[in-house]
Every structure is written in C-alpha cells, then in structure tokens.
C-alpha cells in the first residue's frame, strides 16, 4: 500500500527558513499569522487590510500636501462692518474699530502662558478665532511683541 507523502508544512505555516512571496523575513510573518488568528483573519487578509491602510494613509498626506493655505489677511486694510462684528463677538476681543483691536486683558494673560509652554502664536490665536485669516499674521507677531515686551517691563 502506498503511504501519502508527509506534507512539509504543517497547519499551512511555512518553516522558519523560508520567506513568503513577498519576501518578507520571519519575525514580521510570525507577527502577520499571530494577528491573523487573533482576529480570525488569514495572513492574506491581513496583508490586504495593511496595504489599504496605508493607501489611505498616503492618499491623506497627498491631499495635506495638495491643499491650498487659506491667505493671511492683507497689511493695513480696515475691518468691515461684518467682520468688526465677528471680532467684537468673541470672548478674546474687547472692542473693535476700523483699524484697531483691543484684546480682553484675560486673553492676553493666556497668549502668554501658552507661549511659555511653547505653543506658537498663530496656534494660540487661531484656537481663540482670530487668525491669520481672519487679522492677518503682521498683527498678531506685533500683538505678541508688544505683549511680551510690557511683560518684562512689569516683572
């Protein structure tokens, strides 16, 4: 009687020795078998799900790379009655004329101590509403400026 051949591979794992088709080295397929059975995938699956992702993730740097950056707003162009509105609306702003802001003092005390933290200004006026965009990036290097300069003069 014939016996059937014993199969080099057992439970379709290939042995340390070998590579797969794409070449890659053991540690990384022992990785992808022990995922692959965690989530009741095959090796395949999981090869595939990792290619999508990383797809997706180029295809997000891409349209990062690709996007067009909103304008700063121009040097010395007066505030619109819509746009002092907007301005005069929010917690950060005290009043708001044509072409002057003047910034609530508890707005101020914060810009500081993020600065300390080390966060940088556009950042920190951008989360309160008003960035570059919207005051434009001159105003708000010379805001800080002035601020810091009346913080040294107090200390």
């Known amino acids: 009687m014939n016996r059937p051949e014993k199969a080099t591979r057992s439970h379709g794992k290939p042995p340390d020795d070998e590579t797969t088709g794409l070449g890659l080295p053991v540690s990384l397929k022992r990785q992808i078998e022990s995922y692959a059975v965690m989530h009741h995938m095959t ?3 999981v090869l595939a799900e990792g290619m999508k992702l990383l ?4 295809a997000l740097q891409q349209g990062r790379m690709n996007r067009a950056k909103p304008k700063a707003r121009p040097c010395n162009k007066p505030f619109d009655a819509e746009e002092r509105q907007y301005l005069c609306g929010l917690d950060a702003v005290d009043e708001c004329g044509e072409k002057r802001i003047t910034w609530n003092r508890y707005f101020i005390r914060y810009v500081e101590y993020e600065l300390e933290l080390g966060a940088r200004p556009v950042d920190v006026f951008r989360s309160a509403g008003v960035g570059p965009e919207v005051i434009g990036r ?3 290097e010379r805001c800080v400026s002035r601020w810091r300069r009346q913080a040294a003069g107090k200390e």
């Open 43 to 45: 090796p395949t699956q």
């Open 55 to 58: 797809l997706k993730q180029e």
């Open 138 to 140: 001159k105003r708000i």
